[in-house]
Every structure is written in C-alpha cells, then in structure tokens.
C-alpha cells in the first residue's frame, strides 16, 4: 500500500445550539471555537473572569465535567452546572446571570445589575502557534466606550486532551510538533565499557595517569582510575496497525516517528497479521517522506491481529536474541487479537523476562468504565509492567514519563 489510509469520520457530534449562541454573540467567532464542553467551559470561566469574579481552573475544570453529564441541551443543567461550580459568592450571581444570558442564550440581560450601564461585548481571538507564549487570558479593549472581553485560545491547549480519533489531518500535524518536543529518556544502565572516574577505584588508569605525570618531570603524582559507565537503554516500539486501531494508529505512528527521529537507540515495529520492522524508514526528519515511506513498507495496513503470532516472531528474531535484553518495551495496542490467547500470554511472558520494562499502551482504556475484557488484552495484562493510556497528546506525556521511571 503506498500510502497510509484516509482517515475515519469522527463519530461525534458538536451543539449547534451553543455554536449558534457563540458566532451571534461573538465577533469573527467561528463554529470550530467552542464545540466541546470542555472548550465552552473555558470560554464561559474567562468571560466570567472578565466580568470581575475569581474562577480558578479546579472549578473550571469542574464545569466542564459537569457539562459532559448533563449535556448542553438542557437550559437548567447547564445553568445550575455553572452556578454550583463557578459562583463563590453571593454579590456575585448577578453577574453570572448577565454573562449566562449572553454566552448561552445569545440575548442581552435587562435586570439590574452593577454593570448595567456599561454594555458587556465579547471577542474570541484564536492564538497561533508564534503567540503561544503570550498572555492567554481574558483582555479588556481600551479607547472604546463600551467594555470588550476578549478571549483567546490556545489550539495546542485544546489539542493536548482531544481525542486522537476526532482530529483531523491539519490537527494530525500540529499533533506531530507536539509530540517531537517530548523527552524519551529512560533510566541509564550501566555498561561494561570503562571510562574516567571521579574517585580512586580498582582499577587505575595507566595512560592518563602517565600523561599527567609528564607535567611532573615523570613522577606520577596525580593519579587516575576508571569505572564503569552507564549508556543509554534501548527504546522498542510495537505499533499495532490492524483495523481495530484505525482510528488511533495514524496518530500514534506520528508518535513513533517522532521518538525515532529525536532519540538514539530507538527500534519501531508495525504488527498486524505480520511484523515488520519500519525502523529505516522512520529515521528521516521529515514527517512526510518518513510516513510515507512506512506506509509503503507496512503491507497489512489495516487487516486483523495476530498479537501472538507477531510477537513469537519478535522474540525468535529480535527480542530474545538481544534487542529487547535490558530495554524498554512498549506496546501500543487495543487488545483486539483474532489469535490464540494462551499464546499471546506466552509470549508476553517470554518478553517480561528479558525486558527492563514492559509497558502496554491501550487508548480505550480512558473509555469510561473500561475492563480489559478482550481476550488479548486479559491474556497480556498480568505481564506488564505499566498499563497507560494513549488516547491523546496528554496521554503520550504520560507515556513518556513512565519510560523516564528508574
């Protein structure tokens, strides 16, 4: 297959209520800003934080979660969502009803209030990646006689927690900047290779200790020893690229690339129905050819899994004989096998062994309400060492913390 497949439509639905409510209300406004609860309830805090009352991000945090449960359909959960949540004070639910009015029902408040006679207007300004580093809260415009809120938004905020099975293909590469600045460094393991030490050891360094003493007309008065030193373990990923994983492995291949293309030591393999070492082709600093190159290489794109079957075959050729010795391996897989578990568990076993470290990486773990109850998730489970999610950008931070574990 020359190149990888397109991408899955997201299944999910945006509220067109609330995107009705924003672009009327907001100036420049676009439906794309505000079409999760999670980013209506930042919009919704900041305008809060405009109008003068103190909205921490626990509680805006809180908002959200509590917008998930109730949905946005519902005027009255929404309403009471924020009062219980956002509302610290009682001078302050005046103003909570006046920007309530104005962000969710899209009208302009006619009680009494502090404000009343200064018009409350709002602007959404998104930042680019070149503003990231500027102030993101909410602005007040000056020269103007009416009070302006201004909201900005940070895209790669947004994108840290988005699901990788909802982004598109322009998100799919801001996702790959991203991830290229994560840190995959694992502990250190000493090797048998000897270098200079701080301290007297047993074993003396004749050669530097002779080159020092030529400063002393040949007398060795400064004297020199060596110890072991410590190299950097090998970092093994297995991808799983069967079409249960569709919506996930494009995001997750970007992923791989970037920990092969930023980091020595780093070996990538694709499973499927078959393994396939796509190392080579992951080794160019550029995302496109590097992909493309891959998806020529990986020829089961998308067909079952035979999580077994392709790890007997790791360990036969690779692992055991030396690549997996004293490494971190990571498996990146839902768990979904077509093969036999008994083998699966086996193998995994067989890994465990010779691994530092066996990490599997699941993104439906973060499915509420999730229990490893696919065969091939039950069998390997009980061999692994760190069980994480990798749903998102936020999840592969995760990941890349648990590799830098001791």
């Known amino acids: 297959m020359a190149d990888l497949p397109p991408p899955r439509p997201s299944g999910r639905t945006s509220s067109a209520a609330a995107n009705a409510a924003i672009a009327a209300n907001v100036p420049g406004a676009t439906i794309e800003l505000a079409t999760e609860p999670a980013e209506i309830a930042v919009a919704f805090s900041r305008v809060l934080r405009g109008a003068g009352l103190r909205v921490p991000t626990s509680s805006t945090h809180t908002f959200a979660s509590a917008l998930c449960a109730v949905g946005l359909d519902d005027r009255a959960g929404t309403y009471w969502s924020g009062m219980s949540t956002l509302v610290r004070r009682p001078e302050d639910i005046a103003i909570y009803d006046k920007a309530f009015a ?133 970092l093994v990923l297995v991808l799983d690229v069967s079409g249960s994983m569709e919506p996930y492995a494009r995001a997750l291949l970007r992923f791989v690339h970037a920990a092969v293309a930023g980091r020595q030591k780093v070996e990538a393999f694709a499973l499927g129905t078959r393994l396939t070492r796509i190392t080579r082709e992951l080794n160019s600093r550029d995302p496109d050819i590097a992909l493309h190159e891959a998806g020529q290489r990986v020829l089961d794109w998308s067909g079952g899994t035979k999580l077994g079957v392709g790890l007997r075959q790791f360990n036969d050729e690779w692992g055991v004989r030396g690549l997996a010795r004293n490494s971190i391996v990571v498996i990146l897989s839902d768990g979904w096998d077509r093969g036999d578990p008994d083998e699966l568990a ?44 990798g749903h998102s950008v936020a999840a592969m931070q995760e990941l890349a913390d648990v590799i830098s574990l001791p």
């Open 102 to 234: 104005v962000f969710f029902e899209h009208r302009r408040s006619t009680g009494d209030d502090v404000h009343e006679e200064d018009p409350l207007s709002i602007t959404i300004a998104i930042d680019t990646d070149e503003q990231d580093g500027a102030d993101d809260g909410p602005d007040v415009a000056d020269g103007d006689d009416e009070e302006t809120v201004e909201l900005r938004f940070s895209t790669t905020e947004i994108l840290r927690n988005k699901d990788f099975a909802d982004y598109s293909p322009d998100e799919l590469v801001l996702a790959q900047e991203m991830m290229s600045s994560l840190k995959l460094v694992g502990s250190p393991r000493r090797s048998l290779r000897l270098g200079p030490a701080k301290r007297a050891t047993a074993r003396p360094d004749i050669r530097r200790t002779v080159r020092a003493s030529l400063k002393a007309g040949g007398e060795p008065i400064e004297r020199h020893f060596r110890a072991p030193t410590e190299r950097l373990r090998r």
């Open 346 to 389: 086996t193998q995994m076993e067989r890994l465990q062994r010779v691994t530092h470290r066996l990490v599997w990486v699941n993104p439906l773990k973060v499915t509420p309400g999730y229990a490893p109850l696919a065969r091939g998730m039950a069998a390997a489970l009980p061999y692994v060492d760190n069980f994480v999610e």
